[in-house]
C-alpha cells in the first residue's frame, strides 16, 4: 500500500511515439493534494492518510469540515479521500502532494465513477445479441426467456436482465505515464480512465498482481 493522488479527468488526445506512432492518451489534472489527517492504527485501528483536493470558498463549507481544514492548515477542499498506507511517519499534516510522486514509465491505478447510461435494455448493457427483425417475429431486442415456469416459478439472481447501467466505481489498472508537467500540475497516462470529464479521479501505484 502506498500513497496516491486526486485529480480531475481533463479529456482525451492524441500523442506521438518516437516512432511516429499515434497514441491515445488521457490528460489528468493530479494535485495539488494537502495532506489534512493522519490515521493511527492504535487509535483509528488502521493506517492511512487523509488527503484532499480542487480548492473551494469557505462560504461553502459547514462550520465543523472549515475546523478540520484550519486544523491542518490549509484551505477548503472540494475532494477528500484516504489513502491507505504502510506507514504514515513519511507525510506530516499540511505537507503537498503533487505528481512528482509518479515517474515518466511507470504504470499507475486510475479509480473513478464510470458514466452513468441510464436505464439499459440487454443488448446495450450485456451486448447480447437481438433477434429477427423480418417475417412478424416480433421478438427484436428482447431479453429472452427469464427462467423456468412451475419450478422454481422464479428468476435466479444474477441473470442479465434490462436495469441501470453505468455510474458505478471502476479501477483501470496498469496504466502508463508517459509525461508529467509538473508546472500545470499534469499527468498523460496512456489509454482511458473511467468517468466524463470533469470528474473526480483517485490515481495510486499499481497493485502488483491485483486483478
Not at 134 to 151: E, M
Not at 153 to 161: A, E, I, L, P, Q
Not at 180 to 206: E, F
Request: glycine letters at 16%; charged letters at 25%; a positive charge.
Amino acid at each position: 500500500m502506498s500513497i496516491g493522488l486526486l485529480g480531475k479527468k481533463l479529456g482525451m488526445t492524441q500523442i506521438y511515439d518516437e516512432n511516429g506512432m499515434a497514441m491515445a492518451v488521457t490528460l489528468i489534472e493530479a494535485g495539488p493534494c494537502p495532506v489534512l489527517q493522519k490515521r493511527d492504527p492504535a487509535k483509528d485501528g488502521y493506517s492511512a492518510v487523509q488527503i484532499g483536493f480542487d480548492p473551494q470558498t469557505p462560504k461553502n463549507v459547514t462550520r465543523p469540515m472549515l475546523g478540520h481544514f484550519k486544523k491542518a492548515g490549509v484551505e477548503p477542499q472540494r475532494c477528500i479521500r484516504e489513502m491507505r498506507v504502510d506507514d504514515t511517519g513519511e507525510y506530516e499534516v499540511g505537507q503537498t502532494l503533487g505528481v512528482d510522486l509518479f515517474n515518466v514509465g511507470e504504470d499507475v491505478d486510475v479509480c473513478g465513477v464510470t458514466k452513468g447510461r441510464g436505464f439499459a435494455g440487454t443488448i446495450k448493457r450485456y451486448r447480447t445479441g437481438r433477434g429477427p427483425t423480418t417475417h412478424g417475429s416480433h421478438y427484436h431486442r428482447r431479453p429472452g426467456s427469464s427462467g423456468a415456469s412451475a419450478d422454481p416459478s422464479r428468476v435466479f439472481k444474477g441473470k442479465k436482465n434490462p436495469g441501470r447501467l453505468g455510474g458505478v466505481r471502476v479501477t483501470t489498472r496498469g496504466l502508463k505515464i508517459v509525461d508529467t508537467d509538473p508546472s500545470k500540475n499534469l499527468l498523460v497516462v496512456k489509454g482511458s480512465v473511467p468517468g466524463h470529464n470533469q470528474g473526480y479521479v483517485v490515481i495510486s501505484k499499481r497493485l502488483k498482481g491485483g486483478k
